[in-house]
């Protein structure tokens, strides 16, 4: 093109704007004839599993194949579910011929539900990168998102190898003798001598002592608010999704240690009861129905609740209640039905910290209007705070925590008045 323009005012110009016009066509043919030449060019195949993660970063493998005797570079698009709000996933790579190349990227679900595939779209170009050929495959699939397993199995790897540790799980010393008698066996140096069972030692002529293990068959039953105020976000997720992850883990590791696992979901109405129990559909069962859970937009009935569990539940239970107060006078709303709640059960009631207030509180402030929503932030903060005494003054247990630290934070508490005795 310049050399057109300046062949306008120098005519001589215009021999070379042609030649090279003439080579340029020239070689665009000859690249459109590389890779139009044959009909099967590249091959592509999208793998993923038939359920991902939520809140997790779950695998796809796309495996390409270059049926070209020439080396080519690939764009591959994939067509991604509307879902995951990702507009800009673009991957490049040099395939050398007669090759075959496989690479991996990850995606990070924030919502159950199903979500579909579209086609897999390769962009080819030769060495000369005139000309660009596409090759679509057909590769929708449709692919159910279900509550957090991989952290389920995370945690159930820790348990069974006796290093929950390394996940932030705190060792609880226990209190006494909270346990189970198990059987009788000879004295070996180090036993507790408190343990000697001295009619057995009678008979025996020789120190016997009694072993105790882990009081078992436990109920321990994770109760979901899905009413309005579990729909706040936190990192793409509900609040409803982190409760609905929590639950799943702390379900596993209870029946892991020989308790019961149920589920109750409620909001306004009642929506779901899974009756406490450790037979091995158990977990199968919990991971359907906490599948199923969607956030409600009307206020919880808390009232319904605590007639539901009295009538299901006759015997004594951990009742961990996954629900959020952003203010005292809300909680106290609810104060009569947790106590009635907690005369019958053990219960804990878990609430999440504001985590945007927080950040607030430690940016440095430079207004006046900063110092005065410094002010309101610290007196959410400091409500927060009030709701957790509050809570205790009626011998009610409770665990604040930022969503990210919840699975954790549910877990130490269980350990802990399980190690108690209090259950």
């Not at 395939?95 to 924030?110: A, D, E, I, N, Q």
């Not at 402030?365 to 002010?375: A, H, P, S």
Request: charge should be positive; charged fraction near 25%; glycine fraction near 4%.
């Amino acid at each position: 093109m310049v050399l057109f323009v300046f062949g306008y005012f120098f005519p001589a110009v215009t021999v070379f704007a042609k030649a090279g016009l003439f080579i340029l066509v020239l070689v665009s043919v000859v690249d459109t004839l590389l890779l139009f030449r044959t009909r099967r060019g590249v091959f592509g195949v999208r793998e993923t599993g038939d359920r991902f993660s939520n809140g997790d970063d779950n695998d796809v493998h796309i495996t390409l194949e270059n049926f070209y005797k020439v080396p080519i570079r690939a764009v591959v698009i994939d067509e991604l579910p509307p879902q995951l709000q990702l507009r800009d996933q673009r991957f490049q790579m040099a395939l050398p011929p007669s090759s075959k190349k496989t690479f991996t990227y990850s995606v990070r679900p924030t919502h159950r539900g199903v979500y579909e595939f579209g086609a897999l779209n390769i962009y080819v170009t030769s060495t000369l990168r005139l000309v660009s050929r596409r090759f679509k495959f057909d590769q929708q699939k449709q692919v159910a998102v279900y509550p957090s397993y991989i952290q389920m199995r995370k945690y159930e790897l820790l348990a069974i190898s006796h290093n929950l540790a390394e996940a932030g799980i705190k060792r609880v010393r226990r209190v006494g003798h909270t346990l189970e008698f198990d059987r009788i066996r000879e004295y070996v140096q180090g036993d507790d001598y408190r343990t000697i069972n001295w009619k057995a030692t009678a008979r025996r002529n020789d120190f016997m002592v009694n072993e105790y293990q882990d009081e078992r068959s436990q109920q321990i039953y994770s109760v979901i608010d899905k009413g309005r105020v579990m729909k706040m976000p936190f990192k793409g997720m509900s609040l409803l999704d982190y409760a609905i992850n929590a639950s799943l883990v702390i379900s596993n590791i209870a029946i892991r240690k020989q308790d019961k696992a149920g589920i109750v979901t409620f909001s306004h109405t009642l929506d779901t009861v899974v009756p406490a129990d450790r037979k091995t559909s158990q977990m199968l069962k919990i991971l359907e129905v906490l599948y199923r859970q969607k956030t409600q937009f009307l206020e919880s009935n808390f009232e319904l609740l605590y007639a539901t569990l009295k009538q299901k539940m006759r015997h004594r239970s951990l009742i961990l209640l996954f629900t959020n107060f952003e203010t005292l006078a809300s909680m106290k709303r609810q104060l009569d039905y947790l106590r009635k709640i907690g005369f019958n059960h053990l219960l804990v009631v878990v609430f999440f910290e504001n985590t945007e207030l927080k950040q607030l509180l430690d940016k440095p402030t430079k207004t006046t209007e900063d110092i005065y929503l410094k002010t309101i932030a610290e007196k959410f903060v400091f409500e927060k705070r009030q709701i957790v005494k509050e809570l205790e003054r009626y011998g009610i247990h409770s665990i604040l925590t930022a969503p990210q630290n919840l699975t954790v934070n549910s877990i130490n508490k269980y350990l802990e008045l399980k190690a108690r005795g209090l259950i």
